[in-house]
């Protein structure tokens, strides 16, 4: 684990929505560290959406959160911000963590909010 940064980061996890439809959408998952003095800045942990952008080419787009951890007792929300997938289809979200810190832990209720 020593070796993630945010050029090698580690996934946390990785599922798929099924047919998501063709609207707008705001998803959201919380978190909450544990050890940490110096944070996991919005590049080294977050929580990303990836969703059909164009209806023809079936292009993806990746929209990623941007809140941080401040405190090791508080659970915060990771937003992706809004989307709105071109076509009804599948979603794929992800959360990483880019960084490291001996003895820190990051716990993910991964419940799509």
């Known amino acids: 684990m ?11 996890f990785e599922w798929t929505e099924l047919s998501v439809p063709a609207s707008a959408q ?11 003095s110096t944070w996991p800045t919005n590049t080294q942990l977050y929580f990303e959406a990836e969703y059909i952008s164009n209806a023809t080419t079936f292009e993806t787009t990746i929209v990623k959160s941007t809140e941080v951890l401040t405190d090791n007792t508080t659970w915060t929300q990771l937003t992706t911000g809004s989307f709105a997938p071109a076509v009804a289809g599948h979603v794929r979200y992800r ?11 990051v716990y993910v209720d991964n419940q799509l909010n």
Do not use: F, P
């Not at 705001?26 to 940490?36: A, L, Q, R």
């Open 2 to 12: 020593s070796s993630c940064s945010s050029n090698a980061a580690i996934m946390i």
């Open 26 to 36: 705001n998803k959201s998952i919380y978190v909450k560290g544990e050890g940490w």
């Open 95 to 105: 959360a990483y963590l880019g960084t490291y810190a001996a003895a820190c832990k």
